[in-house]
């Protein structure tokens, strides 16, 4: 059985900050693996400026060549439609690995208007990170579930951000890989448009 660490979300782009969550998140719990999860689409987010699946899980790839530890899975992207955490947990837990739910403190609000989120915290154990420089208190148990922290460096990106430098033509070098860079150069993605 291993130990699995979930990231999912957009990816629109993939940023360092995603990839430096991530490793912090496998040392610190010794994770065996982090499974990153792009989504079809997400119900609570806009789709405006979305790049598509196969553009996004392109650039995912990209970042996260040669660590082996980091594998991607097309589960939501398959599925198409609305991507929900509980769906996808539900998949997963067929093959009996021990998966840990990774969430950012800025998500955690939203977190109650999930679907069936004491499913996903039966599922899965929660991970919760600090992330783009909110401080925010973690509690430690939701639904009476035990939560844990980890604490992240507070590395200001986000993929909103990204897509808004390039619309106006503003330099995303060191905010995304030198190959994502590029792919968003070639592909024309995130061109004159906020």
Known sequence: MKKIGILGGSFNPVHLGHLILANTVLEKF???QILFIPCY????KSRDNFATAEDRLKMLSLSIKGNKKF???KIELNRKGKSFTVDTLRELSNDKNDYYFIIGADNLKD???WKEPREILRLAKMIVTNRGG???KIPKKIFNKKIMECKIPNIEI???EIRNFVASKRSIKYFVSREVENFIYKKKLYIGRK
């Open 30 to 32: 010794q994770l065996d």
């Open 158 to 160: 986000s993929s909103t």
């Open 134 to 136: 909110i401080q925010k």
């Open 71 to 73: 594998k991607i899975s």
């Open 111 to 113: 977190f109650y208007n």
């Open 41 to 44: 689409l997400q119900p609570l």
